[in-house]
Each structure stands twice: as structure tokens, then as C-alpha cells.
């Protein structure tokens, strides 16, 4: 399933993500890297009023921009700058329940990792509670990061 061993730690994923994506990190925004390893990551995402829509609970957008930024960062981490042009092609979101705001935690993992296409499987929680608020799947095309392996 998952090819070879991670390009980058997950100081340098983010070291990258800082100085080519800033906008992700805009007004205090942050998306720490709590583990990582070969075909699996697990980040945190403190939500704020941005994220919160009416009704209390944390919006779909949200979550689903946390998914593809959990997938893109365990890209990155596999194949370094080759996987910077790496885009997301598909992805397919269930939201199970209505989280309400605080700290979400987005554990991610690899089913498939090819040269064309990798595809992640995501469930997203609140920290300190055990069940799922969300539940993705995301196809990534490699491009150049593919061809390196």
C-alpha cells in the first residue's frame, strides 16, 4: 500500500507549508502535525468563528478544507517538493454528527498509493471524544511526485 519511507518530517511539511501556502495560515490559523508516519497522519485544527456556522456546529467547508490539507501534508511528506503540484481529483464527505467547537483531530490514511492517483481515507473527531463527526475519501493525482518512485 504505501511505497517507501517519509521524504520529510513533519517539522519540514509544515516549515513548507508556511513558506509556499501562507494564506492557509492566515490570521492565526494553524494545523499541527500530532503524528506521522509511512501512510498515516494524524493533525489538529482548533476551530474558531470562521469555522462555526449557524446553529452552533462547525461548517462542511471546514472540514472538508481540514481532509485535503491532511492529505496534501501526507503527501508532501512522502515525496517532498515533487508533491507540491499534487491536486486533489475526487473527494466524497460524510458528515455523521454535529461537532460542536473546539479542537477537531483529522486522522488520515492511505489505502492506495500509486504512481497516477493515491487515494485517503480521513475521519475526522473533537478531541477527547471517541466518535467520528466526519468521514471522507480523497483521490489525489500524483503528477510529478508519482513519476519519482
Same mark, same amino acid.
Given at each position: 500500500?504505501?511505497?517507501?519511507?517519509?521524504?520529510?518530517?513533519?517539522?519540514?511539511?509544515?516549515?513548507?507549508?508556511?513558506?509556499?501556502?501562507?494564506?492557509?495560515?492566515?490570521?492565526?490559523?494553524?494545523?499541527?502535525?500530532?503524528?506521522?508516519?509511512?501512510?498515516?497522519?494524524?493533525?489538529?485544527?482548533?476551530?474558531?468563528?470562521?469555522?462555526?456556522?449557524? *446553529?452552533? $456546529?462547525? %461548517?462542511?467547508?471546514?472540514?472538508?478544507?481540514? =481532509?485535503?490539507? /491532511?492529505?496534501?501534508?501526507?503527501?508532501? #511528506?512522502?515525496?517532498?517538493?515533487?508533491?507540491?503540484?499534487?491536486?486533489?481529483?475526487?473527494?466524497?464527505?460524510?458528515?455523521?454528527?454535529?461537532?460542536?467547537?473546539?479542537?477537531?483531530?483529522?486522522?488520515?490514511?492511505?489505502?492506495?498509493? *500509486?504512481? $497516477?492517483? %493515491?487515494?485517503?481515507?480521513?475521519?475526522?473527531? =473533537?478531541?477527547? /471524544?471517541?466518535?467520528?463527526?466526519?468521514? #471522507?475519501?480523497?483521490?489525489?493525482?500524483?503528477?510529478?511526485?508519482?513519476?519519482?518512485?
Amino acid at each position: 500500500m504505501v511505497r517507501g519511507s517519509l521524504y520529510w518530517t513533519a517539522e519540514e511539511v509544515t516549515n513548507f507549508l508556511h513558506a509556499e501556502f501562507p494564506q492557509a495560515f492566515q490570521d492565526g490559523r494553524d494545523y499541527p502535525i500530532r503524528s506521522l508516519e509511512p501512510g498515516r497522519i494524524v493533525l489538529a485544527m482548533t476551530s474558531d468563528e470562521r469555522h462555526v456556522r449557524p *446553529g452552533g $456546529t462547525i %461548517s462542511g467547508p471546514a472540514m472538508a478544507g481540514f =481532509v485535503d490539507y /491532511a492529505m496534501y501534508a501526507l503527501l508532501l #511528506a512522502h515525496h517532498g517538493p515533487p508533491a507540491r503540484l499534487s491536486v486533489t481529483t475526487g473527494m466524497n464527505i460524510s458528515f455523521l454528527r454535529r461537532p460542536a467547537p473546539g479542537t477537531m483531530i483529522c486522522t488520515l490514511e492511505l489505502l492506495k498509493h *500509486g504512481r $497516477t492517483l %493515491s487515494v485517503g481515507d480521513a475521519r475526522i473527531r =473533537v478531541e477527547g /471524544a471517541d466518535e467520528i463527526v466526519a468521514h #471522507a475519501e480523497l483521490t489525489y493525482f500524483m503528477g510529478a511526485a508519482g513519476q519519482k518512485d
